[in-house]
């Protein structure tokens, strides 16, 4: 199970960080990504850490201002959002594969696992 945390009501520039804890799962196995809703838009790829070589890779639209980062001692993952503007408003998901191959670590077809989901919202 993944649990997403860490959401809440903020302002345009200011920072936040969420948090993805993993259960029941040989975590240090698993690509960790982050993927983001926004209302009335498809689910979007955000920020992945690749399981093999904890390499990262981001969407263009988060590059420079998001960073994720992973603890496989605790099994979670954090994403740190700095600048925030509207436009990154939307429920934030974690995912987890232990198969997915770096081809697809931006597809959300490719992931086994998902949390609930996170909500933030930037005010302008």
């Known amino acids: 199970q993944l649990q997403a945390c860490g959401g809440g009501l903020v302002q345009a520039g200011d920072s936040l960080r969420l948090s993805c804890a993993a259960t029941?799962?040989?975590?240090?196995?698993?690509?960790m990504t982050w993927f983001r809703q926004g209302p009335g838009k498809e689910r979007e790829f955000v920020a992945a850490?690749?399981?093999?070589?904890?390499?990262?890779y981001y969407a263009d639209s988060v590059k420079g201002r998001f960073t994720i980062s992973r603890d496989n001692a605790e099994k979670r993952i954090y994403l740190l959002m700095n600048n925030l503007t509207p436009e990154d408003t939307a429920v934030y998901y974690c995912?987890?594969?232990?198969?997915?191959?770096?081809?697809?670590?931006?597809?959300?077809?490719?992931?086994?696992?998902w949390g609930q989901g996170t909500l933030v919202t930037v005010s302008s």
């Open positions: 850490i690749f399981r093999s070589s904890g390499n990262k």
């Open positions: 995912a987890a594969s232990s198969r997915v191959i770096l081809s697809a670590i931006t597809s959300r077809n490719a992931y086994d696992y």
């Open positions: 029941g799962r040989t975590f240090s196995r698993d690509t």
